[in-house]
């Protein structure tokens, strides 16, 4: 008898590396968090309550240090990380690209 298909349908994993992020000690990091620490160790949950992160899609910004850096390290599969001066110059930059285009 042939092997039963699975059950439910799995995560697609994303291939490729973690984002680049600036020099430590540079400017403000926003932090999200995109997978539930539920299932994971405890050690994992006490460094995503340490970095301010309560729930699934919960987001904080955190000046850019160090101590900050090894506990991103530590959850870097539950988290993406932004650098947080960079994102919002590029929305300044497309929203003055649209308002010019209307004028």
């Given amino acids: 008898m ?11 994993r994303k291939s490729g590396r973690d984002r680049v992020l600036p020099p430590a000690g540079k400017g403000s990091l926003r932090i999200k968090q995109v997978r539930s620490g539920s299932g ?21 910004v955190h000046a850019d240090h160090p101590a900050l850096r090894g506990m991103l390290q530590q959850v870097r599969h539950l988290v993406v990380v932004t650098a947080d001066g960079t994102e919002r110059a590029t929305k300044d930059t497309k929203r003055g690209k649209k308002s010019d285009a209307k004028s």
Wanted: hydrophobic share 25%; charged share 35%; glycine share 10%.
């Fill in 40 to 60: 994971h160790s405890g050690r994992l949950k006490r460094t995503l309550a340490a970095l301010g992160l309560k729930h699934h899609q919960d987001e904080v």
């Fill in 2 to 12: 042939g092997r039963l298909p699975p059950t439910r349908k799995y995560r697609k």
